[in-house]
């Protein structure tokens, strides 16, 4: 909840999309009122687009949410139990099958690495967040590269090598080019550098 449509309107128009590749999938997840002109804007260069969350019901008298048979006309992604909204695991399940009913791949965030169990489904991609070092206001945090390794290696004990794992807290230029060289670790999460187009460019360029 940063931008404004003007802002949008600039960030597509910064990014660089020379360093875009056929074999790095870059995904960007806008905030459910801009979808549409990102995706009118970015889809055809080859970015995918995720929604921020879906709703854990079908459809119905639910005011406000917005149903995964709905977002599914337009991501073909969706970011499901981001730690900031602090959902129960029990949500979270919810809106995983609600994705993968519809088609969308789930990108599911865990804190705890004791909570894959329960999210472990064929189609998904996990996402360790780690609050401890997610930026404030703009400030990164400094988590040693040994230190996120270790938690890879313990994630990748639970799931199997297949399966797609991402990085997120306080990814940025600076520490990227450690991030893309640990082992079964498939990609990055990024939260506050991803508001600056270039910045997030050269995050893609790592890759």
Not at 37 to 48: A, D, R, Y
Request: charged share 25%.
């Amino acid at each position: 909840m940063n931008m404004s449509m003007q802002d949008v309107l600039g960030w597509t128009a910064g990014f660089d999309t020379s360093v875009l590749n056929a074999n790095v999938s870059v995904i960007v997840a806008p905030t459910s009122l801009h979808i549409f002109p990102v995706t009118e804007l970015l889809k055809k260069i080859g970015v995918n687009i995720a929604a921020q969350d879906i709703s854990a019901d079908e459809k119905g008298a639910h005011t406000g949410e917005t149903g995964a048979f709905q977002i599914k006309e337009m991501c073909k992604y969706a970011i499901i139990g981001h730690s900031e909204r602090k959902e129960t695991a029990e949500i979270v399940v919810k809106k995983i099958e609600q994705c993968l009913v519809h088609g969308i791949t789930p990108i599911v965030c865990f804190v705890k690495p004791e909570r894959i169990s329960l999210y472990k489904r064929p189609g998904v991609v996990y996402a360790w967040e780690d609050p401890a070092n997610i930026s404030k206001n703009g400030v990164y945090k400094e988590k040693s590269t040994r230190e996120i390794e270790k938690g890879v290696k313990k994630i990748r004990e639970i799931l199997n090598n297949e399966e797609p794992l991402l990085y997120g807290g306080s990814v940025n230029g600076q520490n990227i080019s450690d991030l893309v060289n640990i082992e079964k670790l498939d990609g990055v999460l990024v939260g506050n550098a991803s508001l600056d187009p270039k910045h997030f460019s050269e995050i893609v360029a790592s890759y």
